[in-house]
């Protein structure tokens, strides 16, 4: 694959909002789950990774019809680091159709459905006519609501694989500025706390009633979270490209094992790995550290273990964040590739925060603390359900 660079990048989570706090968090080895208060939840003893600054964002007049929490997230998003304005410049050198915008989600805005079915009519059950589906609730509607806020015509797409959505997005928008058909892109992913997942996944009996504990022999579930995280991709080759943090390559597979359950060896995992070191055009031995999914429940841990494993041994340093974010669905691999830019830019290795007795049986090095070793090539691994999996190997350019 032909590196692309990571121009201007940008997150907001529970960590906090920008790359500022997102950097302060993870060096003070903080996390930003709390006990779950969201909405009307008042029976589900879990922490989740909310974003409070939501709730006081208002939308521009203009921009209106896209109200939901999502949209407003994107925009809370949108609006750190300068990010705005860096996208802006590109579409001034490149115009307004020569920029794409590939975004993952899981659920969109789901949430502003689930609120209306509280106001349908009582005698016939029809939902308010102020619902807006097409601009809320459809999963188009985080990009529609990026480019009209851009004013840009190029190609736009949303891609919602669960919660490999917002790594894919990498691959393909770098599968496009090779093809010739763009000249930047916005990715990332945008995903919102709303009743569906939260209840589903207890459904599911995933949920921990504790701070989620990655790799942990005691790990009991994930705790879901919610984040914007923003990347303005770019071919290399000016003078911006200094000290840049780079895409090098991107690996995808669709394993299918289960709906919900990953395959018990992490076949799927082992390949996406494998095609994102060919990609790249590396070896296990060359990959600094890994960013896992790590999403805490036994089986995805055990299974991602058996992966790494496999390939790396136990001698490439590894840690999950979602112990200090929680696991933010559609937008995990969107912020967990600024993370990943952030360690490379920094020079240290993010510890996973919460784990207090590693599993034995899974032989990988899994950091508790962080690191200051400096690192040069990151892998970082989004698994979603059904077995949709992509990895993708990021690296300094000087």
């Given amino acids: 694959m032909t590196p692309v660079r990571l121009s201007h990048f940008t997150a907001s989570s529970c960590l906090g909002c920008g790359r500022a706090a997102t950097l302060t968090a993870l060096l003070q080895h903080r996390g930003g789950l709390a006990p779950c208060r969201f909405e009307t939840i008042d029976d589900l003893e879990t922490p989740v990774g909310e974003v409070p600054q939501v709730d006081d964002v208002a939308l521009p007049a203009p921009l209106a019809e896209y109200e939901c929490r999502n949209n407003r997230l994107a925009w809370l998003g949108l609006q750190q680091d300068d ?95 090779a093809a010739g058909v763009i000249d930047a892109a916005i990715v990332g992913g945008v995903d919102s706390l ?50 840049t943090v780079l895409l090098l390559g991107a690996g995808e597979s669709s394993d299918a094992y289960h709906m919900s359950a990953p395959h018990p060896d992490g076949l799927g995992a082992q390949i996406a790995m494998a095609a994102a070191l060919r990609s790249a055009g590396l070896q296990a031995s060359d990959i600094d550290y890994i960013n896992l999914h790590g999403t805490a429940t036994p089986s995805n841990d055990a299974a991602e273990g058996k992966a790494v494993a496999a390939l790396f041994g136990d001698r490439t340093p590894c840690s999950s964040i979602k112990g200090a974010t929680g696991h933010t669905l559609g937008a995990a691999g969107g912020l967990e590739a600024v993370i990943s830019a952030l360690a490379l830019q920094h020079a240290f290795l993010p510890g996973g925060i919460n784990t207090r007795h590693l599993d034995p049986a899974i032989p990988i090095q899994y950091l508790t603390a962080n690191s200051t070793l400096a690192p040069s090539r990151v892998l970082s691994n989004s698994f979603g359900f059904g077995g949709t999996n992509c990895s993708l190997v990021f690296g300094r350019s000087g």
């Avoid at 190609?155 to 928008?173: D, E, M």
């Avoid at 459904?203 to 790799?215: G, M, T, V, Y």
């Fill in 83 to 177: 990010f705005s304005a860096a996208v802006k410049d590109a579409i001034a050198r490149y115009g307004p159709r020569r920029v794409g915008i590939l975004i993952g989600t899981s659920t969109a805005g789901i949430l502003q459905t689930e609120q209306a079915y509280r106001r349908r009519d009582p005698n016939t059950g029809a939902l308010p006519e102020d619902l807006l589906y097409r601009t809320t609730h459809n999963t188009y509607s985080v990009a529609a609501f990026i480019r009209r806020y851009f004013r840009l015509a190029g190609p736009a797409l949303v891609v919602s694989t669960a919660c490999s959505s917002s790594a894919k997005v990498f691959a393909s928008a770098a599968r496009m500025l």
């Fill in 194 to 243: 709303c009743l569906t997942t939260l209840y589903g996944f207890n459904s599911l009996e995933l949920l921990s009633a504790e701070p989620c504990r990655p790799f942990d022999v005691d790990r009991k579930g994930l705790c879901i979270g919610e984040a914007a995280a923003f990347v303005l991709l770019e071919r290399p080759g000016s003078n911006r490209d200094a000290d």
